[in-house]
């Protein structure tokens, strides 16, 4: 299962925190499916890679909620926690960057907490998106603000590597996945 983090509806669609969606849909897109329909909180679709399975989910609850969503999903499909991957935005990444983790600390995150708080464990993969930090201002209003003209082609560039680093990990496993993409 693939849940990318973001906020819903209209005034949010293309800002820096909604970069885990902006690589949902991206995925959806190779493996020829939208995730477009309502399920669990969410925006919720499922496709195959290979021959394997993957359910692909867009939590509509607002980023600092997410974990009701995903213990929704979760519970449903029975999903184990090392098959879930929590795609999110990272100011301590430029731009650019991903890094790709086993389980771990939230960072401040928030959507990430509400997630470890409602699955009772920290312990799920997540693939962390770098959006760079401001140099002056407010990191609320920065990761609420869209991408800058002038950074569009590092946005689709990491997004095109967010999308390979997901293929390697449904298919080889987290282990190569961390090697080749941190």
Same mark, same amino acid.
């Given at each position: =299962?693939?849940?990318?983090?973001?906020?819903? $509806?209209?005034?949010? !669609? #293309?800002?820096?925190?909604?970069?885990?969606? =902006?690589?949902?849909?991206?995925?959806?897109?190779?493996?020829?499916?939208?995730?477009?329909?309502?399920?669990?909180?969410?925006?919720?679709? #499922?496709?195959?890679?290979?021959?394997? $399975?993957?359910?692909?989910?867009? *939590?509509?609850?607002?980023?600092?909620?997410?974990? &009701?969503? &995903?213990?929704?999903?979760?519970? =449903?499909? #029975?999903?184990? +926690?090392?098959? /879930? =991957? &929590?795609?999110?935005?990272?100011?301590? +990444?430029? /731009?650019?960057?991903?890094?790709?983790?086993?389980? $771990?600390?939230? $960072?401040?995150?928030?959507?990430?907490?509400? !997630?470890?708080?409602?699955?009772?464990?920290?312990?799920? *993969?997540?693939? %962390?998106?770098? !959006?760079?930090?401001?140099?002056?201002?407010? *990191? %609320?209003?920065?990761?609420?603000?869209?991408?800058?003209?002038?950074?569009?082609?590092?946005?689709?560039?990491?997004?095109?590597?967010?999308?390979?680093?997901?293929?390697?990990?449904? +298919?080889?496993?987290?282990?190569?996945?961390?090697? #080749?993409?941190?």
């Amino acid at each position: =299962m693939i849940i990318g983090l973001g906020n819903p $509806g209209e005034r949010y !669609i #293309k800002t820096r925190h909604n970069i885990g969606f =902006m690589v949902v849909d991206q995925f959806a897109s190779r493996l020829g499916t939208v995730c477009n329909t309502r399920k669990f909180q969410s925006l919720f679709s #499922k496709g195959m890679l290979e021959s394997e $399975g993957v359910a692909l989910l867009k *939590p509509q609850t607002f980023m600092n909620v997410s974990g &009701v969503a &995903v213990k929704e999903a979760i519970g =449903m499909y #029975k999903c184990v +926690l090392q098959d /879930l =991957m &929590v795609i999110c935005d990272d100011l301590d +990444l430029p /731009l650019g960057k991903i890094r790709i983790k086993r389980g $771990g600390g939230s $960072g401040g995150h928030r959507g990430l907490v509400s !997630i470890a708080t409602h699955l009772g464990s920290a312990d799920f *993969p997540r693939l %962390r998106v770098g !959006i760079g930090r401001p140099s002056a201002g407010n *990191p %609320r209003d920065y990761v609420l603000s869209p991408f800058s003209k002038e950074e569009e082609v590092a946005l689709a560039e990491v997004l095109e590597k967010a999308c390979q680093a997901l293929h390697m990990w449904i +298919l080889e496993g987290i282990d190569v996945c961390m090697n #080749k993409f941190n």
